[in-house]
Every structure is written in C-alpha cells, then in structure tokens.
C-alpha cells in the first residue's frame, strides 16, 4: 500500500538531497510542490527546504553531539528531518510539543516508523539542554551565521562595516517581489487585483515598476500571472533596464539571458531590436516560454557570449547587457543554498570567466555605446577587480558615472547589498565606447 506523502516528510527527502546530494534547491522543489494538491501543504513545504537549508550550517553537526551513532549517511532523509525538527523549534519557533508530535510523525510518513522513538528522544533531549547548546553554537563563526566561514571572512575583508548585516540580510526570507509588464497593464492596476484577491501589495517606492508583496506565496498562482500582466523578478534585477537608458529602433544584446527575466524587462520597457544569447539551450525553452506569456518576442539563439564568431552578424550593438554568471553571494536570501554549494576556490575561476565575457564583447560596442557589466555577487573580486581591469587595458572604455537611490559606490560601479532598500544584492558598472 503506497504512503501518504505530507510537507514535512517531502521537505526532509528535498533538504537531504540539496544539503547532503549537492542538488539544486528549486529543481528539487518543484516536482516535490506538484505532490502536494493544497497550496497551505506546499506553503509549507517551500518554508521548510528554504529554512532548513538557511540554517543547515547551525543545526547539522550538532546532531553528532546527540546521536549515538550518526544517520547523515545511512539515512540521509532522516538526518535532514532531525535539522528541521530544530529549525521548526529554533527559527519557526513552533510550541515544542506541535514541533516534536509533527516531526515523529514524519519519521512514519518517510516509511522510518522504526525511528519514531529515537527522533522523539533527540528533540526532547535538545528542549532539555537548547540553552546550553545554542549558546555552544554561537560561539563558533560558522554555526552563530549560518555561513561557511570562507564567506564570512570575504564579506569581512570586502565590507567590513557591512558584514553583519548583509549575514543577517541573508538569514531573513524575502517576501516575492513582482515586475510589472506595462505592455499588458499599469502597476495600479495589478495591485488592485492583488488587493481584489486578498494579498497585501504595495509599489516599490525607488523602481518604477516594481511591486512587493507583504506575504510569502506562489506568484505564479496569482491571478493576472496567466494573463501575463507581471513577472517574478526582484527589484534589484529590473535596474539593468534603467542602467541601459533605452530608448526606440536601438539594437540591443542581452549575452546571459537566462532566465530571461532582464530580455522580457528590456521588451517591455522599450521597441527595441534584441538578440538574446544562452548557453543552455534547455533553460533557452523556459525564455521562450516567459516570453510568449508576456507577448514580447525576440531573436534568441544558443551560444557562449564569450565566442561572439559562432553567432554575431558584425552588426555593432548599441547597447549590450552583461548579466555574468557569478558566486550569486548577493541573492543568498532568496537561494539559501548557495550557501551550501558555493566553495572559495569558485571565485577566480568565475573572475576569470567574466574577464573572458567582458572583452570578448567589448568589440560588438557601437562608438558611443554603452556596455552593462551585472552580478548578483556581493564579492569585490568578481566587480570592481574585474571592471578596473578591464578599464586598465581599454583605452576607449570609460565609465559612466550614475548613482541609485540605494546602495553603495564601489569603484566604478554601484553595489547594492542584501536587504537594502528590501532588494537583493546587485553590483551595476556602466561603460560607454568612445
């Protein structure tokens, strides 16, 4: 007789798969959701992979503490269960019988049942001792932030008056935040049908076209998503359309454009001529798809931007948007994975990619251009290093100074940090050719 399948024993199979498989959150997720027919159950699913991977770091090792003999690799789905038993008692802050019955429960949901008791006697043993415990946690680096110590330490030596609250930005989910598509309705417009449904959204106060929700929930079940009025994209993402100052007939290149999010801003925002290039032709599916819902077209092709021979016609471009792939170390509180699977030694090999990137479109540039550099990192090396290299060895490469209402300068460019202006973070360098 098959099992039943609930939030909490899907949650741990997801998290033991992410944190102890190296799998990638969302793509773990999403077939998981599609389990679930009631959207509270797969509310809470989604807030349980993303605390327990926000807070695996904390709660995983000391398990060994607490476990005669540990499950992480003969039952991997287990161990990941026991952490977010402590998640739901320690961040989600359920009343310990609700947070310990739920878990037990979930050990015969998994088909562990043989387990019930052991799971029952670890939870009631850290409700006996978590004083002590948590205080034994924040005493080290790594288990007080919830953050590899590698990252720790870069956030330290590249922003040391910031780095508290960017490892606090990071431990904090962020509510969704929508772009809305004004080929297909005006911002007032959706937040009144939100509001008509019963969701709390308000305009952005610094973006145009932004608007944030006051709630966790699926965007895309959201009435007007079908119909294309809007599109899932943080605040921080829709400034690359403001960075490019787009006006009619300008022919533009968007060289990462997976997930296509900024290709279907630029459209929305301006007639303009674009080429998109992805790598992946998979994920180049997911663009087509994104961008029939929001009727905006373009010319898409599959191809590295870094090899512009294989799919340039020598048309120069007048605007060129370079969304490098990057650490991703800026949008951790909406991916708590990254934290898990990004590594230092990553960093050089991604600077050493953008560089690539960088000056192999250098040359498609119209004279009097201008170039986009965007990360999603908060790391120095992969923003101001790779931009004042660049500008080192392009004699015709200069940099146009701008400003945002949020964030910071950083060197020739502007960083948004986590959380700012309730954004994720973002770095923008602008280069014009002349």
Same mark, same amino acid.
């Given at each position: ?51 327990? !991977? ?169 009435? %007007? ?69 929001? %009727? ?12 512009? !021979? ?102 020739? %460019? ?7 202006? %309730? ?12």
């Amino acid at each position: 007789m098959s099992r039943t399948v609930t939030a909490r024993d899907l949650a741990a199979q997801c998290l033991a798969e992410v944190a102890l498989g190296g799998a990638s959150l969302r793509e773990r997720l999403k077939p998981a959701q599609a389990k679930l027919p009631d959207p509270r159950d797969r509310a809470l699913l989604t807030a349980l992979v993303n605390e327990g !991977a926000r807070w695996w770091l904390r709660f995983d090792h000391v398990l060994d503490d607490l476990l005669q003999q540990p499950l992480r690799q003969r039952e991997p789905a287990l161990h990941a269960l026991l952490v977010l038993g402590l998640v739901q008692l320690e961040i989600v802050k359920l009343p310990p019988h609700a947070a310990v019955a739920a878990t037990v429960e979930a050990t015969r949901a998994l088909g562990r049942g043989g387990f019930a008791k052991l799971v029952n006697a670890v939870l009631r043993r850290w409700l006996r001792e978590r004083g002590a415990r948590n205080a034994r946690l924040d005493q080290e680096l790594v288990t007080r932030t919830a953050h590899p110590c590698w990252l720790v330490d870069a956030l330290a030596r590249d922003w040391p008056d910031k780095a508290g609250a960017i490892l606090a930005a990071d431990n904090q989910p962020a509510a969704p935040m929508l772009r809305v598509n004004a080929h297909r309705a005006t911002r007032d417009e959706v937040i009144g049908i939100l509001s008509g449904a019963g969701l709390e959204a308000q305009a952005h106060p610094l973006l145009r076209d932004a608007i944030t929700l006051a709630a966790s929930t699926d965007p895309t079940r959201l009435p %007007g998503f079908d119909e294309g009025r809007f599109s899932v994209q943080d605040g921080a993402a829709q400034v690359a359309a403001d960075a490019l100052d787009l006006r009619f007939g300008l022919r533009v290149l968007d060289a990462c454009a997976a997930p296509g999010g900024k290709a279907c801003h630029v459209l929305e925002r301006a007639r303009v001529e674009l080429l998109a290039i992805e790598r992946d032709p998979r994920r180049e599916e997911s663009i087509r798809a994104n961008m029939e819902r929001l %009727g905006v077209s373009c010319e898409l092709r599959t191809g590295d931007a870094g090899t512009p !021979a294989d799919w340039w016609d020598g048309t120069p471009f007048d605007r060129i948007l370079l969304d490098a792939p990057c650490s991703a170390t800026g949008v951790i509180r909406r991916h708590p994975d990254i934290k898990l699977h990004r590594r230092a030694g990553d960093i050089a090999q991604l600077s050493r990619e953008q560089s690539r990137l960088l000056s192999a479109l250098w040359p498609l540039l119209a004279h009097g251009g201008r170039l986009v550099y965007a990360t999603c990192s908060v790391l120095r090396a992969e923003n101001e290093a790779v931009v004042a290299a660049f500008l080192a060895g392009q004699p015709d490469a200069h940099p146009q100074p701008f400003e945002l209402p949020v964030g910071h300068r950083a060197g020739d %460019g502007w960083q948004i940090l986590p959380g700012e202006g %309730g954004l994720d973070g973002m770095h923008y360098a602008v280069l014009t050719k002349r």
